[in-house]
């Protein structure tokens, strides 16, 4: 039976017409998988005997792209470091050779496996004079809340004009040793127009902001009463023998893009 036919048949509703074609698409695929690519029209004509749609369509055969996923991103940070004219800042041993790898690269990469079918890409192009300001800290429990904030203001006090203040300070609790300090990374992704959802931890965030801020550290460590415009927390479950806590600081500058494909 013709398709156009089988449409007419059914209401004008538009959500019916378009059920129509799903329905219709399910019942042809076992027919059209064993037609050859070759000898399928590339373009179809509009929606037949329907002249108040404006629909048609393109055969795009899928393909296997291939290649490697790390790889694909190293060669972005390789194009857009030399196209941008960016300062190339890695080094391909931590301390014997340190020869520059003159493209920035290797990136460092992280990964979180999601529902969905897109990729979420998040670029944060951080400098090392404010990474050079993070701890982590195995704490015990018996520390508390308390124990905790006394640490994250430390931490700045210890900082000083170091890591180009104002900066935003992220904070990671719980996990383990290594996941603490991802999740101070991560926190410093929030806008800083939003507040912690989770009521607690939003008080928590405002007292060691105006510890912090009552430093006097300021603006380039040249005095003032803001030495940070944000505290992000980000946490998660841990060991009941454990409580870590990392603390990662960011520059003013913030140079951070997200994309999704």
């Given at each position: 039976?013709?398709?156009?036919?089988?449409?007419?048949?059914?209401?004008?509703?538009?959500?019916?017409?378009?059920?129509?074609?799903?329905?219709?698409?399910?019942?042809?695929a076992?027919?059209?998988?064993?037609?050859?690519?070759?000898?399928?029209?590339?373009?179809f004509?509009?929606?037949?005997?329907?002249?108040?749609?404006?629909?048609?369509?393109?055969?795009?055969?899928?393909?296997?792209?291939?290649?490697?996923?790390?790889e694909?991103?190293?060669?972005g940070?390789r194009q857009?470091?030399?196209?941008?004219?960016?300062?190339?800042?890695?080094?391909?041993?931590?301390?014997?050779?340190?020869?520059n790898?003159?493209?920035?690269?290797?990136?460092?990469?992280?990964?979180?496996?999601?529902?969905g079918?897109?990729?979420?890409?998040?670029l944060?192009?951080?400098?090392?004079?404010?990474?050079?300001?993070?701890?982590?800290?195995?704490?015990?429990?018996?520390?508390?809340?308390?124990?905790?904030?006394?640490?994250?203001?430390?931490?700045?006090?210890?900082?000083?004009?170091?890591?180009?203040?104002?900066?935003?300070?992220?904070?990671?609790?719980?996990?383990?040793?290594?996941?603490?300090?991802?999740?101070?990374?991560?926190?410093?992704?929030?806008?800083?127009?939003?507040?912690?959802?989770?009521?607690?931890?939003?008080?928590?965030?405002?007292?060691?902001?105006?510890?912090?801020?009552?430093?006097?550290?300021?603006?380039?460590?040249?005095?003032?009463?803001?030495?940070?415009?944000?505290?992000?927390?980000?946490?998660?479950?841990c060991?009941?023998?454990?409580?870590?806590?990392?603390?990662?600081?960011?520059?003013?500058?913030?140079?951070?893009?997200?994309?999704?494909?």
């Open positions: 039976m013709r398709v156009d036919a089988q449409l007419r048949s059914r209401p004008n509703d538009l959500g019916d017409i378009g059920a129509a074609v799903i329905t219709l698409a399910g019942e042809q076992a027919i059209t998988n064993g037609i050859p690519l070759s000898m399928l029209p590339l373009e004509p509009a929606f037949p005997g329907r002249e108040e749609f404006n629909v048609h369509a393109i055969l795009k055969p899928a393909r296997e792209v291939g290649g490697d996923f790390y694909a991103i190293n060669e940070v857009g470091y030399k196209e941008g004219y960016l300062r190339k800042s890695m080094v391909d041993d931590p301390i014997i050779d340190r020869k790898t003159k493209d920035n690269t290797p990136a460092l990469i992280y990964l979180d496996i999601v529902p079918d897109k990729i979420k890409i998040t944060a192009a951080k400098g090392g004079g404010s990474e050079n300001m993070s701890e982590v800290k195995m704490m015990k429990a018996a520390d508390g809340i308390e124990g905790v904030i006394d640490f994250v203001v430390d931490r700045v006090k210890r900082s000083g004009g170091n890591p180009c203040p104002p900066i935003i300070v992220g904070v990671g609790l719980g996990g383990n040793f290594e996941q603490s300090a991802l999740l101070a990374k991560k926190s410093l992704l929030r806008p800083l127009n939003e507040k912690n959802p989770d009521p607690k931890w939003a008080k928590v965030e405002d007292e060691i902001l105006e510890r912090v801020n009552n430093l006097g550290i300021g603006p380039q460590g040249l005095g003032g009463r803001t030495t940070a415009i944000a505290v992000n927390i980000l946490h998660k479950a060991h009941i023998a454990c409580m870590p806590v990392a603390v990662n600081i960011q520059c003013h500058v913030h140079r951070h893009k997200s994309t999704t494909i």
